[in-house]
Nanobody
Framework: QVQLVESGGGLVQAGGSLRLSCAAP????????MGWFRQAPGKGPEFVAAISWSGGTTYYADSVKGRFTVSRDNAKNTVYLQMNSLKPEDTAVYYC?????????????????????WGQGTQVTVSS
């Protein structure tokens, strides 16, 4: 079992920045694909970004490309989502997830079914 704990959410004005962190206390997750998803009220989960186990490959949703950056520090068992130029439509609960797959095609990576473990989520609210 992998426990994931997100932090870093909050309230920010449009154009501002936040950095989300996702940690796996007491567990090495260096072999896992790590993903970020978000869910706005009344909507289904939406893929945001993902990073391969080595950090060598990253994936982004078109809606966040150029504004968000996913990274990981396997020595600290932590993955990050740096969010810049935030927009009100970025408002959602953000979840990190871990999946024990490698070399997957993008169509697999962006699906919730690729991930085995999920965090509890952290709220991001962007005011206009």
């Amino acid at each position: 079992q992998v426990q994931l704990v997100e932090s870093g959410g909050g309230l920010v004005q449009a154009g501002g920045s936040l950095r989300l962190s996702c940690a796996a206390p007491g567990r090495t997750f260096s072999s896992y694909l790590m993903g970020w998803f978000r869910q706005a009220p009344g909507k289904g989960p939406e893929f945001v970004a993902a990073i391969s186990w080595s950090g060598g490959t990253t994936y982004y949703a078109d809606s966040v490309k150029g504004r968000f950056t996913v990274s990981r520090d396997n020595a600290k068992n932590t993955v990050y989502l740096q969010m810049n130029s935030l927009k009100p439509e970025d408002t959602a609960v953000y979840y990190c997830a871990a999946g024990l797959i490698s070399g997957a095609h993008r169509i697999v990576v962006i699906s919730t079914t690729a991930y085995d473990y999920w965090g509890q989520g952290t709220q991001v609210t962007v005011s206009s």
